[in-house]
């Protein structure tokens, strides 16, 4: 009997999570090519902070969610240790049971203030998918989901320099059947490393002392994951991003940091058939595409866009944000995160705020899209943070 798959359009979003064709206009759709990779949450922003300050995280002060953003941050982290726990209801103009939560934590080892050690777990639900005939009766039902788990090890080179690597294990469980066949595949696995730098100095300015920070970080470099038993292989999201933060006094207690990211996915563009002459042509390109490895596909990456150095340039995407801190105990955050339209056309406004005690913090973020009919809009995240100096001076145990 033949089914029928209720909620596959919305699974399909949540799983590219852009504006994708659906929001092109009529004069860019001739020349819209997204980047095509797998386990495309792993781009998700998970934390509240960097969501609100439009995505973005490279070289802000080091934080418990800097795994996602810059291992390298945690060699200069202030408190010995923390932990974090992050929710984002996913996609909810359009279904209320996709989200994406995440676990993070770091504590600094060997007995000084140069190293630390990290770990993050990351689980994006796809939510549920039911199978029905062609009278309604429900047959069946699934669960997909993503996930990746990673440990960080970070150091300190110099007093003003930091790098780090992060390896990383990847399973993708979509859901997926072979040749139509009501069994279910197995799902995809696959590993990932992040290398990442961060500097940082305190210029004087007038008479105030400021800081300046820049942070690089190349995430997800590893093998495909092989979806259909290993027959349909995808690139992860490899990606480069480049950022810098300047914090300056307003006055007593009061501070405001100014910060922007650049991000490339270092992913070769999938050909597409009406960019060649003939079928045969295309399919040699497509079949060449499938057999690239991970690393060459990364250095492909710079050059490969059928548009040339004007189609790699709206590779790039960048965010703006800023953050105003009161005595590091409130905050207020916004930014803009922008996407060309030929590449995704996400772009959106955050906008957000936290809370910190000694032990506890609280953010929340907003998101606001600026692209017509995105389903990204009023997307909402949260997280909570513990510092577990604050927790060891709550019981009098401080140091």
């Keep these: 009997m033949k089914r029928t798959i209720t909620k596959s359009l919305l699974t399909l979003a949540a799983f590219c999570f852009t504006s994708s064709a659906l929001f092109a206009e009529d004069n860019i759709k001739n020349e819209f090519n997204p980047i095509t990779t797998g386990v495309t949450s792993l781009s998700i922003t998970p934390d509240a902070r960097g969501a609100s300050m439009g995505d973005l995280g490279a070289a802000t002060d080091p934080d418990v969610n800097s795994q996602f953003w810059n291992a390298s941050k945690y060699a200069f982290a202030s408190s010995q240790a923390g932990v974090s726990l992050s929710y984002t ?37 796809l939510g549920e998918i039911t199978s029905k005939d062609y009278e309604g ?14 440990l960080g090890y970070s150091r300190k080179l110099s007093e003003s320099y930091s790098m780090g690597v992060v390896l990383r294990y990847i399973y993708s469980d979509l859901g997926f059947t072979d040749g139509g066949s009501s069994d279910r595949t197995k799902g995809a696995s696959a590993f990932a490393a ?10 004087i300015i007038g008479r105030n002392e400021c800081q300046w920070s820049i942070g690089w970080n190349i995430s997800n470099i590893g093998s495909k994951v092989g979806y ?14 480049l950022g810098t933060a300047f914090t300056f006094p307003l006055a007593d207690y009061h501070n405001l940091t100014l910060s922007a990211d650049f991000n490339k996915l270092l ?62 105990q409130f905050f207020l955050r916004g930014g803009y995160f922008h996407e060309s339209a030929y590449k995704g056309n996400r772009q959106y406004f955050g906008f957000g705020a936290g809370f ?22 009023q997307t909402l995240r949260f997280t909570l943070s513990f510092d577990m100096d604050g927790i060891k001076e709550l019981f009098g145990g401080g140091r």
């Excluded at 676990?103 to 990290?118: L, P, R």
């Excluded at 992040?194 to 210029?203: K, N």
């Excluded at 910190?356 to 809009?377: E, W």
């Design 356 to 377: 910190a005690l000694n032990v506890l913090k609280i953010d929340a973020a907003y998101m606001i899209a600026t692209a017509q009919s995105s389903p990204l809009d």
């Design 267 to 328: 992913v070769p563009t999938r050909p597409r058939s009406s960019d060649y002459e003939d079928n045969e042509q295309y399919e040699q390109a497509l079949q060449d595409w499938k057999d690239m490895s991970p690393i060459t596909g990364i250095f492909k990456s710079f050059s490969d866009a059928p548009g040339g150095a004007k189609e790699e340039l709206r590779e790039i995407n960048y965010s703006l944000g800023a953050e105003y801190s009161y005595n590091q």
């Design 228 to 241: 259909s038993g290993g027959n349909n292989p995808a690139f992860l999201p490899t990606n480069l991003k």
């Design 194 to 203: 992040d290398i990442s730098g961060y500097f940082t100095t305190y210029p």
């Design 137 to 150: 009766a429900v047959m069946s039902s699934i669960n997909p989901f993503e996930m990746a788990f990673d």
């Design 89 to 125: 209801p996913w996609l909810r103009k359009l279904v209320n049971d996709i989200f994406l939560a995440n676990v993070a934590g770091y504590w600094k080892v060997g007995g000084g203030d140069n190293q630390a050690v990290s770990a993050s777990l990351r689980y994006f639900s």
